[in-house]
């Protein structure tokens, strides 16, 4: 379903991704744990091609970016972006439009969906996230994870076929945190195709299918929540888990 061969990412001379290979089935919910600027969001960015790779090729389904081509045209990447959801770490919604508005936007503007077609898309889905009350807030009168929840419900407004999650609990009161881990996990029992970078270890163990640890650009190790997090293999991974317990 996603097939990444040789993927880099430079910045200037930092190399940040080294050459990342991976495979992801259609379904599977995918997390990365890894200490800070090791790649993780990075990694994610340029699944969204919010970041262009220096080097390799992604594919979701039938459709492959080939980066050893430097001359992309902005109607191929906003193309291949419409394939993936991305929910932020800071939420990054529009905060002079309502939670309905801030749905609606992406069907409306990037896919030409008619308003009134978007506008019922997006009552369900903010419905869906429990925030069928709130549709006519605008940001500044949501907590952050009722925001966090909107951002979910416009990712998803756009149909995608993997949902990528950048530490979407990270930037949250612990206690709001649960909220929007509910929708992930339900979003996930639903079989959508989830890439996530967390921080938080229990949900990892309860809804990955396969745990990636990050270092350095490259993935160390990657197995079972149960194989990475009760009998890792490499060195690295035991020195990160055991920093955490």
């Known amino acids: 379903m996603i097939s990444i061969r040789n993927l880099h990412k430079s910045f200037g001379d930092l190399e940040v991704l080294k050459g990342i290979d991976l495979e992801i089935e259609r379904g599977k ?4 744990i890894g200490p800070s600027g090791s790649g993780k969001t990075t990694f994610l960015r340029c699944l969204n091609l919010l970041e262009i790779p220096s080097e390799g090729v992604i594919q979701i389904d039938n459709k492959m970016m080939d980066f ?8 191929s990447i906003i193309a291949f972006r419409s394939l993936t959801g991305m929910v932020f770490q800071n939420y990054n919604l529009f905060p002079h439009k ?3 508005e801030n749905v609606m936007e992406g069907p409306v503007t990037v896919q030409k969906i008619p308003k009134q077609k978007a506008r019922e898309k997006a009552e369900e889905l903010l419905a869906k996230v429990g925030l069928a009350d709130k549709v006519d807030f ?3 009168q949501l907590s952050g994870g009722q925001q966090q929840r909107v951002g979910i419900a416009r990712a998803m407004g756009i149909e995608p076929e993997v949902m990528l999650f950048d530490e979407p609990t990270s930037a949250l009161d612990p206690e709001l945190v ?3 881990l509910k929708v992930m996990k339900n979003l996930a029992n ?4 989830m890439v996530v970078v967390t ?3 229990r949900f990892a163990q309860e809804v990955a299918d396969e745990v990636l640890f990050f270092d350095q650009g490259t993935i160390v190790e990657r197995g079972t929540p149960e194989a990475i997090f009760t009998n890792p293999r490499e060195e690295r991974t035991k020195r990160f888990l055991d920093r955490l317990s």
């Open 29 to 32: 919910v995918i997390v990365m």
């Open 98 to 100: 309502t939670a309905l």
């Open 190 to 193: 639903e079989g959508m195709t």
């Open 199 to 201: 921080h938080e270890m």
């Open 178 to 180: 649960g909220d929007v």
């Open 138 to 140: 605008y940001p500044h």
């Open 68 to 75: 050893s081509n430097k001359k992309l045209d902005k109607k």
